[in-house]
């Protein structure tokens, strides 16, 4: 095995770690809406703003119109509002309400008590050769970083 591989299957391990601290994080919000439901809460939460409808359904990989369905049952269910754009009225904006900010917010604490609780466990050596090398990666895979989630107001 190359040195590649060993680093290919240690963040794959970690990645599998990662990945059960989101499931368990987002468990409890799964009977009111599901994982791409809660993706578009997380993109709106990171926003400064109301979002378009294009750029939502765009950043989920989404036809508009299957977008529009999500986004109706979002609506439904009092996690989004949709409103026309004062600047353009051919388009739509979504933006977060209080409980879909409720919703990010519970599960974000969540994941970050859980993920404190694994990085406790390590030296502060450890932990800041973990930061450097998430840093890296996520830079390397063209992640965007993720500000704490934006303060919100009606």
């Known amino acids: 095995m190359s040195e590649l591989d060993d680093v290919t299957a240690a963040v794959l391990t970690a990645s599998r770690a990662l990945l059960g601290v989101v499931a368990r994080s987002v468990a409890p919000v799964l009977d009111e809406v599901s994982v791409p439901q809660f993706r578009v ?10 979002m378009r409808h294009r750029d939502l359904a765009d950043a989920l990989g989404l036809h508009s119109s299957t977008f529009t369905r ?7 269910g009092g996690w989004v509002q949709r409103c026309e754009n004062p600047e353009n009225r051919r388009e739509t904006l979504v933006s977060l309400t209080p409980a ?29 050769h973990i930061a450097y090398a998430l840093e890296v990666f996520h830079s390397a895979a063209g992640e965007p970083v993720v500000p704490v989630l934006a303060e919100f107001t009606v």
Do not use: Y
């Open 41 to 50: 809460l997380v993109l709106l939460s990171g926003a400064r703003g109301p």
């Open 100 to 128: 879909g900010h409720e919703i990010v917010t519970r599960v974000t604490e969540a994941r970050r008590a859980e993920i404190r609780t694994v990085l406790e466990q390590l030296s502060v050596e450890d932990r800041e």
């Open 70 to 76: 999500m986004a109706d049952r979002l609506i439904a």
